[in-house]
């Protein structure tokens, strides 16, 4: 792919490597980690995404166009759709290999160097998105929401990141002020009370612990371990957090917290 | 190495980095890899590999001169010599450590910090590749050749990428037009049929399948799964594969498809 | 923090990757690789470095000036400890969040993003390091020191690297000339006779030997294997080396080379 970009004349100084480092074959993963990754770069970055298991098959090659500036490319499987919805959805266009003025292609297995390298580049020299193709709907892809409770909240895990810790997608700022602990359940499995701390450190060291993680996201963290072998958990995989009641707020039929079991 | 070549003038935005990732040890594949991944680098380009089991032993540290333009540094181990071939070997010369300019080596082991980072960074301004060191014959290494059977090929494979999936030497244009199946058989075990499709998609989840790779070589994978684990399979494993016989062609005595038993 | 810093007006073609592989929470073997892999890098340069189990804590976050010239960007948990001490340690600023003119942190895990990337970014267009916060003491931390032995040395391991050699803290130059085997011992164990040699070629294949690694320091290797996996041992880990007397030197009551047993 670099060289791809760097014969069709992107500068070296041009590229940014985000992650070569990602799951495979995980797009959900990957539409979550591209909108947390691209944020801050400028409105001139166009941002290639190569997660592509269905790679050859019937899903389409697609640029995005954005209302906030950056352009999308990469397979219609999802993976840019968070990240797209985030900037604004402005339009997309199929992109028509036919269109890149490329030799003949010699394989259907990596569209990242045949078609997206080369649309990429395209796009970075200043080419209209029309022009790679027919206007279309992108496959959308929402990341899953999280739901409140009357006691804490269900929600799942989106990101097992190098350390092992598991980001869930419940937000940071539901967890009740004040709260020290708060009972961690897994769909399988009995509820643990974990603390919630600030940091790594004021978990015993190979202790579980719950803290606010750097997505604003809670995290479920074994310090200097991995949590995800600690409790086989994985991307995907539900969890129900309890606080406890807000002192304010009683609810006489409360949902339980328990997550529902996943597909 | 980045900081030799930064420190010798060479700018970061000059740096285009391929793979950390290379299997340790894996002289070959690395050679094969080195030849596809500096496919369309422009003419000016330095091209540097650091595959060097024999560091500190007899081999020999070489510069190669391409028709093509590009120069090659690194161990005279045959890693060079297929991306050589491709470019056209026009000369190549050993490299003096003392020709260098550096100070005194600490050890024996990174010659790719120590006599190929230095190396690169002169010729990239502009040394003449003689100014290094004597003339000499660089190491000759021809990937393995593939062998057309009357109803297929042999061949073995050359690479196992990051999914694990197996890339033969056979090419992809050799198969057969409108074949759907094939036989795949390993020196060791009997044949299995597989389908030959054009996208992962197309193979059922965990299944195994035969595709086009994207070097232009037939490859065996499993959707979703590592094709080296089911198969048993590494870099060296032959490979045949049987396809049927064309209806034009005819043969008596052809030869079995089976492999022989690698070294 | 790749965004961080082009966001902030850092150009692409400024940031040099070091590396994005070492092992998790190993702050002392960061240390180590910080000051070796720093080397070389011209007096402009800031280094940042993001090993940092302690993050959201109460360690401090540091900017460190040199009497060389490069910045230090990191934690201060010693990670910057043995560079700044080979560069020269000028002065040091703790650096407080609320100067750093960015949005609120949305965790407390993850300073690399939220602080150091942002420190840096401000340090390379030329911020005055006395403008992050107040001057303090940087914490201390120096590389555990070998010692001679009347025969030999002893010392630890400092690295493993992606190998599996071991590199331990015991200067190649401490060797006696002329030695060709030398006896190893760990803190558990016998010790074992191996070849002193100069290329791992020279070692039989799936071998043990010791040679003079590219750090200047004795290692112990196998032959296309893991030294780490065959020897069980990990950064830490107690080594002690007999080479034997020197000719000129007797001495009657010689320390033992056997290592002390470590913490």
Redesign the interface.
């Known amino acids: 792919m ?3 970009l ?2 069709a004349g992107v ?8 992650s ?2 990602l799951p ?2 995980g797009v959900e993963e990957a539409a979550f980690l591209l909108r947390e ?6 409105p001139d970055t166009v941002h290639v995404a190569v997660v592509d ?7 389409r090659a697609v640029a995005v166009v954005t209302r906030a500036g950056p352009l999308l490319v990469g397979p219609d499987n999802g993976v840019l759709a968070p990240l797209a919805e985030e900037l604004g959805l402005s339009a997309a266009f199929r992109i028509e290999a036919t269109r890149l003025h490329r030799p003949n292609r ?5 569209d990242g ?2 078609v997206f390298a080369p649309a990429a580049a395209l796009l970075a020299q200043g080419w209209d998105p029309a022009e790679l193709g027919p206007p279309v709907t992108p496959a959308r892809y929402v990341l899953p929401s999280p739901e409140r409770t009357p006691t804490g909240a269900v929600g799942e895990v989106l990101h097992v990141d ?2 092992g810790n598991l980001i869930t997608n419940i937000p ?1 700022r539901w967890v009740r002020a004040g709260v020290s602990r708060m009972t961690v359940r897994f769909a399988t499995g009995s509820g643990r009370e974990l603390p919630w701390v ?5 978990i015993g060291r190979g202790s579980l612990g719950c ?6 996201l809670v ?1 479920l963290a074994v ?2 371990g991995r949590a995800s072998d600690r409790l086989r958990a994985r991307v995907g995989s539900a969890v129900g957090l309890e606080w406890g009641r807000t002192p304010a707020s009683t609810s006489a039929n409360a949902k339980s917290a328990r997550p529902r079991k996943r597909r």
């Open positions: 670099k060289a791809v760097v014969s500068a070296p100084d041009r590229l940014v490597d985000l070569h480092d495979a074959h990754m691209a944020r801050g770069f400028p298991p269905g790679v050859g098959g019937r899903r010699i394989g259907t297995t990596f160097r045949d190098r350390f940071t600030t940091s790594y450190e004021a803290l606010g993680s750097s997505f604003g995290e310090r200097e």
